[in-house]
């Protein structure tokens, strides 16, 4: 996949992870030299397979939490792709503390890593869970609610962070609120798996998938491969043309957008593909494709459980923004990402 990012250096911290070691791949394949920073807290060596062959990738394995590491992980890059945080609601409500040391310390030493080595700019994933309580659909950059989890605090406050070492120091941040990813080397174990990976391993053993809720609650979901595309957009879009389509955009929006100061760049877009989907049609579809390969799935029934804590009822993203300014495009549509997702389980028989 080539968004024009070519022969540059980059840091993609969470690189052993799901959307991270996806990046990575993407970006050994354009000839970039890459270096991942993790320490193994969720993500697996064996999503690295792939990129340690590749003699333009380097693998520290180390802690956001500690400033030094990141000093010395940034080095000599042009861009950082920051993803390493840990995800999950439920894991925060959990365990707060954890999560805020790595998703805010972690987040803000990195940031600082990236301003003192002078990297050209500072692309992050940030979260949907950022609009919080506000009901209005879809959900637009500038509309947010309440934080109904210490997660979603904490992807909040990151983008807080940003705009401030954008306004104070001048690095250029780009902050990609992230609709529920889903594809290829996803965790489907543990207690805070996502909803997708997990469908699909209860499927595949037979068992019957418990769905939070009556199962009309509606997400955005995003194939990891146009995820891959809006943080290489983030990287490529030259600063004049960015402030030059923000302002264009804010002018077609009424003002209704906060606008960068002049000659700083900190903005937060949507990266989903703009539709919502059930869970009770995601359980639907999820049990169509993999009956292809087992007829005796097309049989199971979904079990109910009761809402979870901190989660929202709709989730829908509006991604004029993101369209306008970085020029993205979700290529791949829901039902595409599904099928590849579900072949990909089989054939690794996860
Ligand atoms: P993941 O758990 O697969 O990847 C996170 C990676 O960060 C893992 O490899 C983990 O080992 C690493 N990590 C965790 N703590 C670390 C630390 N202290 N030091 C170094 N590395 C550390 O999750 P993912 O789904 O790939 O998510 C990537 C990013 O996207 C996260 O920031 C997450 O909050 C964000 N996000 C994901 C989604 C989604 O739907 N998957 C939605 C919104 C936002």
Same mark, same amino acid.
């Given at each position: 996949?080539? =968004? ?7 840091? &993609? ?29 969720? +993500? ?5 397979? !792939? ?5 333009? %990738? ?13 000093? /010395? ?8 792709? $920051?993803?390493?945080?840990? +995800? ?16 805010? &310390? ?5 940031? %600082? ?8 700019? %500072? ?8 609009? +919080?309580? $506000? ?15 210490? =997660? ?8 807080? #962070? ?6 104070? *120091? ?43 809720? !009556?199962?009309?609650?509606?997400? !955005? ?19 004049? /043309? ?8 804010? /002018? ?7 606008? @960068? ?30 009956? /292809? ?8 029934? %979904?079990? #109910? ?7 929202? @009822? $709709? ?8 369209? #306008? &300014?970085? +020029?993205?495009?979700?290529? #791949? ?9 579900? !072949?990909? *389980? ?5």
């Amino acid at each position: 996949m080539n =968004y024009g990012v070519k022969h540059k250096k980059v840091l &993609v911290t969470g690189g052993a992870g799901f959307i991270g070691s996806n990046l990575i791949d993407a970006l050994l394949e354009n000839d970039n030299k890459v270096v991942c920073l993790d320490n193994f807290a969720t +993500g697996k060596i064996e999503n690295l397979k !792939d990129a340690q062959n590749n003699p333009n %990738f380097t693998l520290i394995k180390g802690d956001i939490r500690n400033r030094d590491t990141c000093m /010395k992980a940034v080095e000599g890059c042009d861009y950082v792709l $920051h993803q390493a945080a840990l +995800g999950s609601v439920p894991r925060s409500i959990a365990d707060p503390i954890t999560s805020t040391e790595v998703n805010i &310390v972690g987040f803000v030493n990195m940031l %600082f890593a990236a301003k003192e080595a002078g990297v050209k700019r %500072f692309v992050y994933a940030a979260s949907s869970s950022t609009y +919080g309580d $506000h009901t209005a659909l879809p959900k637009v950059e500038h509309v947010i609610g309440n934080s109904l989890s210490p =997660y979603a605090i904490t992807k909040y406050v990151d983008e807080l #962070f940003a705009k401030n070492f954008s306004d104070i *120091y001048g690095i250029e941040t780009v902050g990609l609120r992230y609709f529920n990813v889903f594809g290829r080397r996803q965790d489907p174990n543990g207690a805070y798996a996502a909803v997708i990976p997990k469908f699909i391993s209860s499927l595949m053993k037979h068992e019957s998938p418990i769905i939070n809720g !009556d199962g009309n609650n509606t997400r !955005d979901f995003t194939y990891i491969d146009n995820v891959i595309q809006a943080n290489q957009l983030g990287i490529t879009l030259p600063k004049a /043309k960015l402030v030059e389509r923000l302002k264009q955009y804010q /002018k077609e929006t009424s003002g209704l957008m906060e606008m @960068s100061d002049e000659g700083t760049i900190a903005e937060v877009f949507n990266v989903a593909c703009g539709k919502a989907t059930s869970l009770n049609d995601l359980g639907r579809e999820l049990k169509n494709e993999l009956a /292809k390969y087992d007829p005796a799935i097309a049989d199971i029934e %979904f079990q #109910f459980g009761l809402s979870r804590q901190g989660d929202v @009822s $709709h989730s829908l993203a509006s991604i004029k923004k993101i369209k #306008f &300014v970085l +020029g993205y495009m979700p290529k #791949f549509s829901i039902q595409f990402g599904l099928q590849k997702t579900c !072949d990909w *389980y089989i054939k690794n028989n996860i």
